[in-house]
């Protein structure tokens, strides 16, 4: 039984068959990567994972309850956050002040910014931030301003703005899209280092094969909408199959 089943899940938009019957199960404190040619579904799968889309029919269960019907904030409190596919960060802030924000969540998915209750609670937090921007390699430049970030750099606050609530599962939708061959390594050897600090497991869709290769456990193949294969990496390398979905491309 994994951390995140999923069972039977299928999704349609007018007359597209996005995802059909799909079967997934995700081991608590791996890596585990979707991927697929384009059009096999693995972004409408993701946003099943997260509430954003309710499938017409099937289950999604994290840690033994499910998301389906939940909330966005619902579903970050049950302890799943995502890196979005482009740096979902607030560019008008500082690097810290967008670590510090995930702190005053409050409850109902509302957040409290000035109506900090003490000076220590405000210094834990302060703390806290600039813990979590060391560990992704950006406390020198906590305070910079968010919008002038590199690509890369935009990816680990996002990633440390993730990683600051604790998540169990951290959803990661392309890390690596629009970086060049360097950062691309560079958010390779981050997520190995999170990975290796952290009891988190990581469910990461990606179309770079390097990435994947380079970081994932188990992956599932889907293809129009359906569950192809899934393996170990080894085993994906060079499956009849999976040349046969992505119509041949060398680096699969």
Known sequence: MG??????????????????????SVQENTVHAIIGPNGAGKSTLLNCLVGKLI??????MFDGKSVLGRKPYEINQMG???????????????????????????????FRLHA????????????????????VKMLDKRHAHAGSLSRGDKRRLEMAMCLVQEPKLLLLDEPTAGMARADTNNTIDLLKEIKAKRDITMAIIEHDMHVV??????????????????????NIKGHPKVREAYLGEAQV
Not at 55 to 60: A, F, T
Not at 85 to 100: C, G, H, K, R, Y
């Open 116 to 135: 900090i209750e003490t000076v220590e609670r405000e210094k834990d937090i302060i703390e806290q931030a600039e813990r979590m921007l060391a560990d």
């Open 55 to 60: 499938p017409d029919s099937g289950s999604v």
């Open 213 to 234: 290769f380079s970081l994932a456990e188990r992956i599932t193949v889907l293809a129009q909408g359906t569950p192809l294969i899934e393996d170990t990496p080894d």
């Open 3 to 24: 951390i995140l089943e999923v069972k039977g899940v299928n999704k349609r938009f007018g007359g597209l068959q996005a995802l059909g019957n799909v079967n997934l």
């Open 80 to 110: 799943i956050s995502r890196v979005f596919q482009t740096p979902e960060i607030f560019a008008d802030l500082s690097v810290i002040e967008n670590v510090m924000i995930p702190c005053f969540a409050r409850r109902d998915g509302s």
